[in-house]
């Protein structure tokens, strides 16, 4: 089943899902692997799973570490790659990759999107690369029925929106705030506004992302979007209080 | 160019969907700009008259004797107001931001001198004003940290990465993402997304603009070659520029080529062979990284070359041809460095001085009827603190030495 599809089923059994993010490698694959455990047993439904880049040009401070952190570990796109098919093998969630385009480039576009498609990866999110950069990666994904998850921001106007979503696949990844990842995001009226823009201009499923780190953020999106991206928040608790602390964060968001 | 941005196959623009507006807007009024003859007026009045435009190209006749070959030329950057060929960039971009309506400019700097070239014109067209600069480099170039705090600068220490240029660009990034209502990032090299590449580099062409009129005035022809030093590369494409269509004058450029190539501990991308394509910070060029497409450490006593990227310009002239690339280590620079400042009185900057290495190597192979160029991008005085330990200068240690005691004590 399309990843789209999957969702919108998922979807109307649900108010609204719950998609989490990680950094592969932070603070360590096994720590990774007990978190993405207590995340699927709370009842999250995607997971986004970040390759590490030393240059994490849209991410915050929390995560910038993190990226930073996993490589000097010795974190490579290779060990990425075996914990990703590892853990799309044990769940039945769809996991993403989210990483930025040099990591794609270099490994071979072709090869990379190959070889996500062969361990059960469902989708790419990529915040450096707009559709005009992406022809090739774009392509492949069609060829490799992998989802090309495009973003929407704030600033995006409907036009852009409509460009976008002609390139998305899977859902929409709607930029909650303008800026980085990991502060917290006002939900006022010029956020509704927006929300309804996005609405407007596709049919897919929509992501809200960026700042959303509790049970109050994720009932204010309930109703208004399909799915709640928690980033940073799940990060910095498990470097707090260690991975034993996501499962109940996880449960106490809806 | 193939399609809008790139030059042959490097360049475009990787940036995050929140600067799609901002990028569509910033290219609107540079196009405008450009096709504005009043524009490129104004601009080149404002520099004549602030900043010592048209800046001299001396003739080095000590050095030259000293190399019993070509004529030395050196196109003379370093006189600029704030001593650099920074300042053409920001003045260009400053009078693009009054035409944007926008009230802060913030910027990356390595070295320094793109910092206090922005503070500094900030200062004059009256913007707020914050830069982004390494850790390692605020420790590096202290007395630039010092001048930026004085034009009412905010300076921000970077701590993530390796805390160098690298890291200060993506921090610029990230806050312009935030506040780019209010806010232009004033781009200091001829890198990143489209269109700074091609957009500083129309701002130094002014050096090459200048440069060819003047040694066809004083010499009489054109030179036989150019060196100009290359970080990101705004210096050599802005002096290059003035001689890109007259094949018979040898483009060289010469980037970092630190404790040496085979040490790993280096900057050049396009003289070694340790670079790779690849993106990153907005566009495609040669990026020192390794296999997984992680970007390395780099190393140069010069702080405004350790860069792991180039202009896409250049790599695209590198790739035609067009552009010999060489590297000048951090030993090298030192005693070019030292030589100049003997033979001639003139201090360049450690990065300038990368240029003077291979020129020096290579005069001696031409007549005294033909002429080289060096592009003398910046003074040497902002690297008193560098320059002083390098030489191991016993007095300047001793200065030190003291002034620290005098802080301590009171």
Known sequence: MQLAEQLREARSKKDILLMTHLVLGYPSFAANREVIHQMVENGVDVIELQIPFSEPMADGPMIIKANQEAIASGTTVADCLAFAAEMAAQHKIPFLFMTYYNILFKYGVREFLHKAKEIGIRGFIIPDLPPEEGEEYLRLAKEFDLAAIQIFAPTSTEERMRTLAGHGDGFIYCVARRGVTGSKTEFDASFDDYLARCRKATDLPLAVGFGISSREDVQILTGKADLAVIGTATIRLVEEKGAAAVGPFIAGLR | ?410
């Open chain 2, 1 to 410: 160019m193939n399609k809008p941005g790139y030059f042959g196959q490097w360049g475009g623009a990787y940036i995050p969907e929140v600067l799609y507006e901002t990028f569509r807007e910033l290219r609107e009024v540079y196009a405008k700009a450009k096709a504005d003859p009043a524009f490129w007026q104004e601009y080149v009045a404002l520099m004549s008259s602030y900043s010592c435009r048209p800046t001299p190209l001396t003739h080095a006749d000590n050095l030259s004797r000293h190399f019993g070959g070509a004529q030395i030329f050196i196109k003379r950057e370093d006189l600029n107001h704030t001593g650099a060929h920074k300042a053409n960039n920001v003045m260009g971009q400053g009078l693009l931001v009054k035409r944007m309506g926008k009230t802060r400019v913030i910027a990356e700097t390595g070295a320094g001198q793109h910092g206090v070239a922005c503070a500094t014109m900030a200062a004059k067209f009256g913007f707020a004003c914050t830069i982004y600069m390494g850790e390692e480099d605020v420790h590096r170039q202290r007395p630039n940290v010092f001048w930026m705090e004085k034009l009412g600068a905010t300076v921000v220490p970077v701590t993530t990465g390796s805390r160098t240029l690298k890291d200060a660009i993506n921090e610029a990034f990230r806050d312009w993402v935030s506040n780019m209502d209010t806010t232009h990032y004033v781009m200091g090299t001829v890198c990143g997304p489209h269109p700074f590449p091609e957009m500083v580099a129309w701002f130094q062409s002014i050096i090459g603009i200048e440069a060819r009129k003047q040694i066809i005035a004083s010499h009489g022809k054109l030179p036989a070659r150019i060196y100009a030093c290359v970080g990101g590369g705004s210096n050599a494409m802005g002096i290059f520029q003035g001689f890109l269509a007259d094949s018979e004058v040898e483009l060289i450029g010469v980037e970092a080529g630190g404790k040496g190539i085979d040490t790993g501990q280096h900057a050049a991308r396009l003289a070694s062979q340790d670079a790779s394509p690849g993106v990153a910070q907005g566009y495609k060029t040669m990026f020192l990284q390794d296999s997984d497409g992680q970007m390395l450490d780099t190393h140069s006593v010069a702080a405004g070359l350790d860069y792991i990227g180039v202009s896409p310009l250049l790599t695209d002239l590198w790739e035609k041809g067009r552009v010999r690339f060489t590297a000048a280590t951090d030993q090298e620079v030192m005693a070019a460095l030292d030589l100049t400042i003997k033979k001639e009185g003139i201090i360049p900057a450690l990065e300038s001085s990368h240029a003077f290495v291979q020129a020096f190597k290579e005069a001696g192979e031409l007549s005294s009827d033909q002429a080289i160029i060096i592009n003398q991008s910046g003074r040497g005085d902002k690297d008193i603190f560098t320059i002083a330990h390098a030489f191991d200068d016993p007095s300047w240690k001793e200065f030190i030495r003291k002034k620290g005691e005098e802080y301590a004590t009171r």
